[in-house]
């Protein structure tokens, strides 16, 4: 069924990234962003409480997380040359990009400890919670 899923999702991420580029240009990169890590908020919000109560359900929510979440990258690249200008773009891109680097070397110790303190199930609210978090970030640039 996974495997179902992720061929789904593959077909349905060539569909919406040319969408996700349009919506960039008309309603902004910015704008696009936060609509994304909203989306993506609520869609793992909702696998929590659909992936014991309706498994078909929670497989349809998987397909559309995996389908919003695969543009992020390309959206990523394109408000980090906005935001901060086309002049040393890779080396801005660097710069953010290596604050990945502590957390990519402690997720599976964080991960591991989550799911023996609060379960496997609520580890999607860490996500949820990180999407919110960017959502109001981006929402607040023009403030500093």
Do not use: Q
């Not at 773009?89 to 303190?117: H, K, Q, T």
Request: negative net charge.
């Amino acid at each position: 069924m996974l495997i179902t899923t992720g061929i789904i999702s593959n077909v349905g991420v060539v569909v919406v990234c040319p969408l996700i580029g349009i919506a960039s240009d008309k309603i902004g990169i910015r704008n696009t962003s936060m609509i994304l890590n909203a989306a993506s908020c609520l869609f793992m919000s909702l696998m929590v409480i659909t992936i014991h109560t309706c498994p078909w359900m929670y497989m349809v929510l998987v397909v559309i997380e995996n389908i919003g979440v695969a543009p992020h990258t390309m959206i990523f690249s394109l408000m980090t040359a906005f935001e901060f200008g086309k002049i040393h773009c890779a080396s801005n891109m660097g710069f953010i990009r290596s604050g990945n680097i502590p957390l990519v070397l402690l997720e599976p110790f964080i991960v591991d400890a989550l799911i023996r303190a609060i379960g496997f199930d609520w580890v999607f609210l860490t996500g949820s919670l990180s999407s919110a978090i960017a959502t109001v970030a981006i929402m607040t640039l023009d403030f500093f």
